[in-house]
């Protein structure tokens, strides 16, 4: 499907897709944040795709919400059309892995959508931020819930409150990001990962991907107990029989996924 701001394209079960709005440093536009939640849906439908990138270029992953759009918007514009909500959501509900591949700038809602996925890898160029502070606004997209979760409260409050960049050492050290790459890498390792997973027992990866989920959602008790219950699933799978059966025959898995 031709889209206007993303480039999407599949690799044998992963699928990439590509902010494409290179000359304003992938600002996420109303318009793009559609076509973005459109691949997704699409991808996440499909039973060829184990696993997602989401990229943008060297300069940058995005550099926020589109500002030009934004800066004549009432409050009665936003909050009566939902504006972020009705189209920045969708990702949080894909059920297959997503990864980020950061290269340059992840800023405001650039660093929050990064921060949606599962799985972030950096080039060593990449630089995270929430400054829209210096905007007369805050993070609007999860930046003040998932950076404290991800990085702790005193970075959070610093990067939010002074608007300063991370670069990708600090996002690792930090726990941000899972692994930080060379920056002519970045594709090649963000796509190694993601076919890696994709080769993996889809319904597999789906449920880790949940449990994990789960933990920034409850107790640590009822997180144990669904884990529980979805280890016990797995016993319901064939995956599980074809995986086990492969270790004890020492060959490798040939996994149906389901
Ligand atoms: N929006 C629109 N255009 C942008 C942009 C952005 N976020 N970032 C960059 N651009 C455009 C620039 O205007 C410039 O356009 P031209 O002048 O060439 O037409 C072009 O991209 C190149 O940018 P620069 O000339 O500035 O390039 P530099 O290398 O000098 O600087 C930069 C790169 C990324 C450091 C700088 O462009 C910059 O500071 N950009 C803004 C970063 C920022 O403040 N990001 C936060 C945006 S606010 C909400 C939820 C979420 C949000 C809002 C609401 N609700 C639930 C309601 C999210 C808000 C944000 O993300």
Redesign the pocket.
């Known amino acids: 499907m031709p889209y206007e701001f993303i480039l999407t394209e599949t690799r044998g079960r992963v699928a990439l897709i590509r902010l494409n709005r290179s000359?304003?440093?992938n600002?996420?536009n109303p318009k793009l944040m559609q076509e973005l939640g459109q691949a997704l849906d699409g991808y996440d439908a499909d039973d060829g795709v184990g696993a997602i990138v989401i990229t943008g270029n060297e300069?940058?992953f995005a550099?926020?919400?589109?500002?030009?759009?934004?800066q004549n918007y009432s409050f009665m514009d936003?909050y009566k059309s939902n504006?972020?909500?009705r189209d920045?959501e969708h990702i949080r509900n894909i059920r297959k892995p997503v990864i980020a591949a950061v290269a340059g700038?992840a800023?405001?809602?650039?660093c929050?959508l990064a921060m949606m996925c599962d799985i972030v890898i950096a080039a060593e160029s990449a630089k995270f931020g929430q400054?829209?502070i210096?905007?007369g606004?805050f993070?609007?997209?999860g930046?003040t819930q998932r950076l404290p979760r991800a990085v702790g409260k005193a970075k959070a409050m610093d990067l939010c409150l002074s608007a300063r960049m991370m670069d990708a050492a600090e996002a690792e050290r930090s726990g941000l990001v899972s692994r930080v790459v060379p920056s002519d890498k970045l594709m090649d390792e963000a796509l190694a990962v993601a076919e890696k997973i994709a080769s993996y027992s889809l319904p597999v990866a789906m449920m880790v991907k949940e449990a994990v989920n789960r933990a920034y959602e409850t107790t640590l008790s009822e997180g144990v107990h669904f884990e529980r219950r979805m280890f016990h699933a797995t016993f319901g799978l064939d995956d599980q029989k074809e995986g086990m059966a492969a270790f004890v025959e020492k060959r490798k898995p040939v996994f149906k996924h389901r």
Not at 63 to 70: K, L, S, T, Y
Not at 107 to 110: F, I
């Open positions: 000359k304003q440093m600002a996420l300069k940058a550099a926020g919400a589109d500002i030009a759009v934004m936003v504006y972020i909500t920045w700038y800023l405001g809602g650039g929050e400054p829209e210096n905007l606004t993070p609007g997209a930046g």
